[in-house]
T-cell receptor
Framework: NAGVTQTPKFQVLKTGQSMTLQCAQD?????MYWYRQDPGMGLRLIYY???????DKGEVPNGYNVSRLNKREFSLRLESAAPSQTSVYFC??????????????FGPGTRLLVL | QKEVEQNSGPLSVPEGAIASLNCTYS??????FFWYRQYSGKSPELIMF????GDKEDGRFTAQLNKASQYVSLLIRDSQPSDSATYLC??????????FGSGTRLSIRP
């Protein structure tokens, strides 16, 4: 099992460009998450999907959109990239989002640089 | 006040000693608590989770939870250089969301 995979691993964008970060998991998990990690800020939740067909905003959703394409895949889109979105993006999944099943498994991350 | 607070470190501990990492949280209704380890340039990986007050041991790691004081800690016995990493505390809040602290950087000196 590959666990959680993310593409691309690294991306450079110019301000105003758009891109989609892809995430897939093969653990049959119901819940999926997108985080960004900036130095000294820890992990901040952008969006999450508690189950297929649902998505909800996290702590820092502005400038992002998500799509839960199916149970396996959860994508993050930047419509018009800004330098403030330079960060490392992690996708994660968990069996469920409720107590007892909320342990999260992380993908390897995408390093995004916006010039 | 941050919802989950950790001392950013770095915490320097001699090899073979006990490393003690601390975390406090603000939501008294929080239900479960996690410690993740993150090596530089890598993704977080779960070390332990704890739900009940008291201690939970797994090998060289012990998680301690005190809900009355809203405090959770991680002890690492017989610290090894390979334990050098950033340790993230995470809390499953009463709002059904996982909130991460900003992490404590641990350095084990030979």
């Amino acid at each position: 099992n590959a666990g959680v995979t993310q593409t691309p691993k690294f991306q450079v964008l110019k301000t105003g460009q758009s891109m989609t970060l892809q995430c897939a998991q093969d653990m049959n998990h119901n819940s999926m998450y997108w985080y960004r990690q900036d130095p000294g800020m820890g992990l901040r939740l952008i969006y999450y999907s508690a189950s297929e067909g649902t998505t909800d905003k996290g702590e820092v959703p502005n400038g992002y959109n998500v799509s839960r394409l199916n149970k396996r895949e959860f994508s993050l889109r930047l419509e018009s990239a800004a330098p403030s979105q330079t960060s490392v993006y992690f996708c994660a999944s968990s069996e469920n989002s409720g107590p007892g099943a909320e342990t999260q498994y992380f993908g390897p991350g995408t390093r995004l640089l916006v010039l | 006040q941050k919802e989950v607070e950790q001392n950013s470190g770095p915490l320097s501990v001699p090899e073979g000693a006990i490393a003690s990492l601390n975390c406090t949280y603000s939501d008294r209704g929080s239900q479960s608590f996690f410690w993740y380890r993150q090596y530089s340039g890598k993704s977080p990986e779960l070390i332990m989770f704890i739900y009940s007050n008291g201690d939970k041991e797994d090998g060289r790691f012990t998680a301690q939870l005190n809900k009355a004081s809203q405090y959770v800690s991680l002890l690492i016995r017989d610290s090894q250089p390979s334990d050098s990493a950033t340790y993230l505390c995470a809390v499953y809040s009463s709002a059904s969301k996982i909130i991460f602290g900003s992490g404590t950087r641990l350095s084990i000196r030979p």
